[in-house]
């Protein structure tokens, strides 16, 4: 969780603007310095506009991290500062106005924002100018942090922002006003994200060893000056809606020519990497401008970005992709990760169209940027590796590992397991809600990247199923063009695809765009006849909220080839099956088989169900459109019909279809393309389907998995929300009932017959301050109640257990247990857990953990407390137990990641310190009796990624020596995944 106001501005790429479309484009003109000693941006920034402007409002963004976040835990401010806070600031040091000979004070004055990006450090953020003259001048200074993102700042030597490191003018478009200090925009409160709009000349003088590079169309190096400082300059050729820069002392470079030069800066050692990438890009660009019209800046330049978290982003000309990229991406097995590079390159690209490359309010309507560029590289990725199949890992050549690799991560699908299922699991969370909506509105701020990537992609989709990909196309093209001049919202959206379409959206678009809209579509097998050797399947589907939207439904064979029909989602409608050109065309499961009956020869019906045709010159047919609610079919082997039955319920329909088809039908599937955004698949299939995983992995949307497990068992799951394991002698299962209900039993024979447990959990959701606008939810409670039978020295006993759990937050690191348990008998257990930590210095924490477990009456053996985290000098099982430990961490050393003989990346590393003790008693008369056990210790623990990152596990070694007793010293390595 990153402690500043930019981790949720710039995971959108957004400046603050609002674009009036009429308005000439001004200039900008900067001239800037850059002093290294003091990390600071000295330089002037001048702003020509067509006319004298009047009140002229720009944004000092940098102003609102001058104070750490006091909402967040010192754990998770160290997380983006590793050095401690670094503030950062924007000072104004005057305002003229005029030209270059007859410069004048000109009147300002520091406001306040409102609380729209954050809520603390809004003082001084606003820079309001009586404008006297058609030219203004700001003379500024920037300090620039350090940090750990990556941007907005020097991340390990390499300085690195994109929106915001000089002032940000503001485009009145006659809704700002100042009230009591605070500049706010209309009635309503909500601050428009919009980049701003401007032609950009910029000149900087820099430390000479320096490489410099800017989303910018030039950028000249204009040599070094006497005193060693290098001079650049970097313009644009056109308007621009930002001008990002970075700059480090550790790059190098390749260029690919091309219609359009491709620039990638690499940190040395990565030039292969560096080289794929521009290829990459090359094919990338090449595809989005066949779509969505030419590239707007005369080249594009990828910068590696030191930040080792994974972060990509992007800017106007310009994109930056984080180091793990280059280097993980072969560790262990070469090209693991170079389908998910090409993804996110393809993202980040996405944007020079949608979002940095369009003027787009990214406060309200950020999946106009991140839903779209989604959309526009997840169709890209799919034309180039398939849609269906697994499709994000590629394993090539034989080996154990390649194997292995295969067989846990082979079923991987881009859409299916990255973009839908967080989406999916959103919505099963109940933390679902409007696309469009201020972010000082949301009821789930914690949802904010599923809702605007995931949900976004998802919508989008949904709508090229509704008007055809092709037509959507027309239309983003559109809304790219008018982007780039103005500003782009939902609404002119709509009206673009309405008009390639023909078709009206406003019933669609206040359900899945406007509100919180979900749908649920089902089938299920009603009737099956044959007559005269056609078999006659009649299938019932239903649509439970959502808006009528056509759908196909997929029949598959006996013979295994398949035959759709399209239902038209209304109650009253109708679906009827069509051949292509008077060919009827069946698909295997591959999709490319033709289905013929057994005497080639299929028999279906028109309209009017009279008309009969046979496979391969068909002459029934009915044509729809899926935009305007009429039935589209295609048929395999046959054509056919669908009925509409009235509804039983508000915004649901019911449906018949009816399949003529020469073979039984085995399976029928609704959206089997998963085109529309089904917020429960399981039911997609009838009967319901069940994938066998006997030699791989697998982890589909919409069926259950069978699989065997490691003992000789076997496992019947779903998802994260069902799980059934059967062995010989034992089963288990769990069920999740939404974000915060879980279930769990299992039973398993033993020499005194049956022994199991069951357990009910619930985990309590409660809002927390963060510092960010909305209303952010976080796990804070589990509390589970549970029954067992156990045994003890070959005797059955009883437990009732109540166990509660405060959990940490990106707000607290505090944790707190406590549990009660009853046993059969009437003895009785209490347990107490406590975990807290105070940060000494930036990475270093002292960290306390105590523990006080009190018994009553005859506790059976295995319910005794154990003294497992002591190493060296650990006491036997007792029914009483007070236990305590005190560490101190130190933070990881520098030169991370290290690669391990292409094995492993070690990832992060930590040192601790530490001294730990216990004592038992067993009665309380018995307590000051009892002498405690206590050791001293060191360990090291290495946080590990393998296969670019897939894998992921920890390392603990230590070394115990007893305080108390003879001091031999104890060895211990742990893992854990």
């Not at 000295?42 to 991290?65: H, I, K």
């Not at 137990?881 to 990881?892: C, H, V």
Request: hydrophobic share 40%; charged share 20%; net charge negative.
């Amino acid at each position: 969780m990153t402690t500043r106001w930019m981790g949720f501005i710039f995971a959108v790429g957004v400046a603050v603007l609002v674009v009036t479309p009429a308005a000439a484009v001004p200039s900008e003109r900067l001239d800037v310095a850059y002093d290294a000693e003091r990390r600071e941006m000295r330089g002037t920034l001048d702003v020509t506009f067509e006319s004298a402007p009047g009140t002229v409002y720009f944004l000092l963004l940098p102003n609102l991290d001058r104070e750490p976040n006091p909402y967040l835990s010192p754990r998770s401010i160290d997380a983006t500062y590793p050095a401690g806070f670094s503030p950062s600031g924007l000072d104004v040091v005057t305002v003229t106005c005029g030209g270059e000979e007859d410069q004048s004070p000109a009147p300002y004055r520091l406001l306040a924002m409102p609380p729209a990006f954050q809520t603390y450090n809004l003082e001084n953020t606003v820079l309001a100018v009586d404008a006297t003259s058609p030219s203004i001048r700001i003379e500024f200074v920037t300090t620039v942090p350090r940090l750990a993102s990556g941007d907005g700042g020097i991340t390990d030597g390499t300085f690195t922002w994109r929106f915001g490191w000089f002032p940000l003018l503001v485009e009145d478009d006659g809704a700002y006003e100042e009230r009591d200090g605070v500049l706010v925009h209309g009635e309503e409160g909500a601050f428009p994200l919009v980049l701003p709009q401007a032609n950009v000349d910029a000149e900087f003088a820099l430390p000479g060893d320096v490489r410099f590079y800017a989303g910018a169309d030039v950028v000249l190096d204009l040599g070094l000056s006497e005193d060693g400082t290098r001079r650049v300059r970097a313009r644009n050729e056109s308007s621009t809606r930002s001008l990002a820069i970075a700059f480090g002392a550790a790059y190098d470079e390749y260029e690919l020519d091309g219609p359009t030069p491709i620039r990638v800066a690499y940190l040395r050692g990565h030039e292969n990497t560096a080289r794929l990438l521009a290829t990459y890009a090359r094919d990338i660009l090449a595809e989005y401008e066949s779509r969505y019209g030419a590239y707007p800046r005369s080249v594009l330049t990828i910068v590696e970005n030191p930040n080792t978290v994974g972060d990509a982003f992007s800017a106007d000309g310009i994109v930056w992709l984080s180091t793990r990229f280059f280097t993980h991406r072969d560790v262990l097995l070469p090209e693991v990760l170079h389908r998910v590079t090409e993804y996110v390159l393809a993202h980040e690209i996405a944007h020079q169209w949608f979002g940095v490359g369009m003027g787009v309010d990214l406060d309200a309507e950020g999946w106009l940027s991140e839903g779209l560029a989604q959309y526009a590289s997840v169709s890209t990725f799919e034309r180039a590796h398939g849609t269906d199949e697994p499709n994000l890992i590629d394993v090539r050549g034989e080996g154990i590992v390649e194997e292995y690799v295969s067989r846990l991560f082979g079923y991987l699908n881009l859409r299916e397991h990255l973009i839908e299922l967080p989406y999916l699991a959103s919505v099963w969370s109940a933390f679902d809600e409007e696309l469009v909506k201020p972010a000082a509105d949301l009821d789930y701020a914690n949802e904010t990247p599923t809702r605007l990537y995931d949900k976004g992609y998802v919508v989008a989709r949904a709508l090229a199923a509704a008007v055809g990909e092709e037509t959507f196309d027309r239309a983003l093209a559109r809304a790219v063009e008018a982007g780039r001049a103005a500003r782009l919202d939902s609404a002119l959206l709509r009206s673009l695809v309405e008009e390639e379409s023909g078709v009206s959206l406003e019933e669609w678009f206040d359900v899945w765009v406007y509100g919180a809209g979900t749908v649920d579509y089902s089938v299920r097998i009603v009737e099956r006849a044959e007559k005269d050797g056609v078999h006659q399947t009649t299938v019932g589907v239903t649509r439970e909220g959502g808006t009528v939207q056509a759908v196909e439904v997929e029949a598959t064979m006996a013979s295994g080839a398949a035959v759709r029909l399209v239902w038209s989602g209304e109650d009253d409608g109708s679906a009827k099956g069509r051949s292509d050109e008077g060919s009827a065309k069946g698909r295997s499961d591959e999709g490319s088989a033709k289905g013929r009956s057994d005497d080639g020869s299929a028999k279906g019906r028109s309209d009017d169900g009279s008309a009969k045709g046979r496979s391969g010159e068909s002459d029934g047919s009915a044509k729809g459109r899926l935009h305007d609610g009429s039935a589209k079919g295609r048929s395999g082997e046959s054509d056919g019909s669908a009925k509409g039955r009235s509804d039983k319920g508000q915004g649901d329909a019911q449906g018949e279809l009816v399949f003529h088809t020469p073979s039984p039908v085995a399976e029928v599937t609704i959206d089997p393309d998963h085109r529309l955004p089904d917020r429960d698949r399981i039911n997609n299939h009838a009967p319901v389907k069940i994938v066998v995983a006997a030699t791989r992995a697998a982890y589909p949307l919409d069926a259950y998995v069978l699989s065997p497990t490691t003992s000789g068992g076997i496992v019947l799951s779903r998802l994260d929300r069902f799980e059934l394991a059967l062995g010989e002698t034992s089963a288990t299962v769990v069920v999740r009932q939404g974000r915060d209900v879980q279930l769990s039993a299992a039973a398993a024979l033993s020499s005194v017959g049956l022994v199991g447990s069951f357990a009910y959990g619930v985990t309590h959701y409660e809002p927390i301050e963060i510092g960010a606008p909305g209303t952010t939810w976080d796990a804070a409670l589990t509390i589970t109640g549970s029954a067992y039978r156990l045994v003890s020295q070959g005797e059955p006993f009883y437990v009732a257990r109540l166990a509660a759990v405060r959990l940490p937050s990106v707000t607290t690191s505090r944790i707190a247990a406590a549990a009660v348990d009853l046993v059969s008998g009437g003895s009785a257990r209490l347990s107490l857990t406590a975990f807290n930590e105070l940060r000494v210095f930036p990475g270093v924490y002292l960290q306390g953990t105590g523990f006080l477990g009190f018994s009553s009456g005859d506790i059976p053996q295995t319910l005794l407390f154990d003294f497992g985290e002591l190493v060296s000098v650990a006491p036997p099982p007792l029914p009483n137990k007070l236990s305590a430990s005190l560490q101190l961490e130190f933070p990881s050393a520098e030169g991370l990641p290290y690669n391990l003989f292409n094995l492993a990346m070690i990832d992060g590393q930590c040192l601790r310190v530490y001294v730990a003790g216990g004592v038992g008693w067993t009665s309380v008369g018995r307590f000051s009796t009892t002498s405690p056990s206590v050791e001293a210790g060191i360990e090291e623990e290495f946080d590990l990624s393998t296969l670019g990152g897939l894998l992921s596990l920890s390392v603990r070694v230590g070394v115990a020596v007893p305080v108390t007793g003879e001091p031999v010293p104890a060895v211990y390595v742990g893992f854990s995944l």
